[in-house]
């Protein structure tokens, strides 16, 4: 006869992608962590996940009331009294105090009536604070150690850690354990940041040691699983580009490439971001900008405002933009670093195949909130190839802020068009444009030829909205006939 192996879970999305086989039969865990740092949120997603997936799970509780723990775990999206009622899962609350012996007992009793698949000990810290004869507190911890392999399922030790210790002190589990989790907390410029440490893990090859995630109300832990690929993806299809200068200079870019505009800091060319989406409408593609400075109305505005040279009605603009454009705004000093590249892949992704354009704006900002820091570095590039992959043009617009910021963006990018102020007469700044694509010659191009860019572009608007007011026709009449 062949045994029955259960599978097992995290039930942590990000996470079981990456780890699939963090847990096993027969393993032994250990979530450790600072107070509060979602020691009993982890081990509960764990418990209620896989007794979704029909391995019950008892949760021995020597902290929480069994109210307080219902209640909390609902508002993660967790409903443990349905689960209790089905019979899936336990709470068994121990007195801290007692007769060892009779805890056994009492244990053993559960184990074989009740027989669960995962256990949950929150916290192993309640046996060794309040047992202080040692015997008697190596027989309960041993008890606890051999459970898996007894119940051929897993067994989840919750251990606390003091605030600003790292070492787990907790003796001779830490080499019993075959999988030890460290959750840790710390402030990035006063927002929370978690990630949890995969410290030991017998089962799995690890290839990432430390995943940031967040708790949050509806969903419980939400892993943000850095986006890192080992190899560098190739470039996508080729794009044209929307006017004749762009062409004579760059000739065309392909998806999947990088276009950093910068700025002066004193001055933001209103023509920037709506020039460039002029290949999104020359390309017939879908652009997301996510812009760190402006609000989505302010975006949408500005861009109206920029075309009105071509002299359509706002109206017209507005359907034509919002054909093509979807803006979003992200406020990078609200997020810790992992949350926002997070984020900006979710957007990126939440606009679907669709999105073949991401133009991220004020780049300036979250490069600033992170000082430059090698992490934030890492988690750019690791996102720009992640977006490449996905097959998007990228455009960075910032502000000039100093030399290092500059070089770097510069050299990130495939193609650099920087704003280079000349003189301001009758209050309009004047400007050139140095322009330079990877492997070509660098170009100084004059405002007129920007101004001519623009109005190249217009002539792409006015061809859509030709096209709209046939397609408008063709429906009316559509209507009026009956389809066919
Ligand atoms: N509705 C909510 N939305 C987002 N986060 C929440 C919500 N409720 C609680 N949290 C966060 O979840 C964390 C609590 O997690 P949890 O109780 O799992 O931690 P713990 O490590 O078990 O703590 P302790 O050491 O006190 O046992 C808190 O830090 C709190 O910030
Ligand atoms: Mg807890």
Not at 15 to 40: C, R
Not at 426 to 450: A, F, N, S, T
Request: proline content about 5%.
């Amino acid at each position: 006869m062949v045994d029955y192996l259960p599978n097992f879970i995290v039930g942590v999305e990000g996470i079981d992608e990456v780890l699939p086989d963090l847990l096993y039969p027969g393993s032994l865990v250990v979530i450790a962590g600072h107070p509060g740092s979602g020691k009993t949120t982890l081990a509960s997603t764990i418990c209620y996940r896989n007794a979704l997936n029909g391995n019950k799970c008892l949760y021995i509780s020597f902290q929480e009331s069994k109210k307080k723990l219902f209640r909390i775990m609902k508002n993660f999206g967790m409903d443990f009294e349905e689960l209790e009622n089905k019979g899936l899962y336990k709470l068994l609350r121990m007195p801290i105090t007692g007769n060892v012996e009779e805890i056994i007992e009492q244990l053993s009793k559960t184990m074989a009536e009740y027989a669960p698949k995962v256990v949950i000990v929150d916290s192993v810290n309640a046996l060794t604070q309040f047992i202080s004869n040692t015997k008697i507190r190596a027989l309960l911890q041993n008890y606890f150690y051999s459970l898996s392999e007894t119940l051929n399922g897993v067994t989840i030790l919750v251990a606390e850690l003091p605030l600003g210790e790292e070492k787990l002190g907790l003796g001779a589990v830490e080499f019993v354990a075959d999988t030890i989790l460290v959750l840790k907390h710390r402030i990035e410029r006063g927002v929370l940041a978690r990630v949890m440490e995969i410290r030991k893990a017998r089962g799995a090859p690890i290839s990432i040691a430390e995943i940031p995630f967040t708790i949050a109300k509806g969903k419980g832990v939400v892993a943000l699983t850095p986006p890192i690929l080992t190899k560098i993806p190739r470039r996508g299809a080729k794009l044209k580009l929307p006017c004749n200068v762009l062409e004579r200079v760059l000739d065309h870019v392909h998806k999947g490439h990088v276009i950093y505009v910068e700025q002066p800091s004193f001055f933001r060319p209103a023509e920037s971001v709506p020039l460039l989406l002029g290949i999104a409408f020359k390309n017939n593609l879908k652009a997301l900008i996510v812009s760190y400075g402006y609000p989505p109305e302010t975006q949408l505005n500005l861009t109206i405002h920029a075309y009105s040279i071509c002299g359509y009605s706002r109206e017209d603009l507005r359907k034509v933009i919002e054909e093509h454009v979807v803006f979003t705004a992200i406020n990078p000093f609200s997020y810790s670093l992992a949350e926002t590249v997070a984020e900006e892949i979710r957007l990126a992704g939440e606009y679907g195949d669709n999105a073949d354009m991401v133009v991220f704006h004020s780049v300036e900002l979250p490069a600033i909130a992170e000082k430059l820091s090698s992490n934030y570095l890492a988690n750019l590039y690791n996102q720009m190839n992640m977006l490449k992959k996905m097959g998007k043009l990228i455009i960075r617009v910032g502000s000039y802020v100093n030399d290092e910021m500059s070089n770097l963006f510069s050299a990130l990018a495939d193609v650099v068009i920087k704003y280079i102020p000349t003189e301001a007469n009758e209050g309009e700044q004047k400007y050139r444009v140095y322009i330079w694509g990877r492997g070509r010659k660098p170009y100084l191009l004059k405002y007129e030829d920007i101004q001519g860019c623009l109005k190249e572009v217009c002539e792409i608007i006015k061809e859509k909205l030709k096209l709209q007011k046939q397609c408008s026709q063709h429906t009316v009449e559509g209507d009026r006939y009956g389809s066919m």
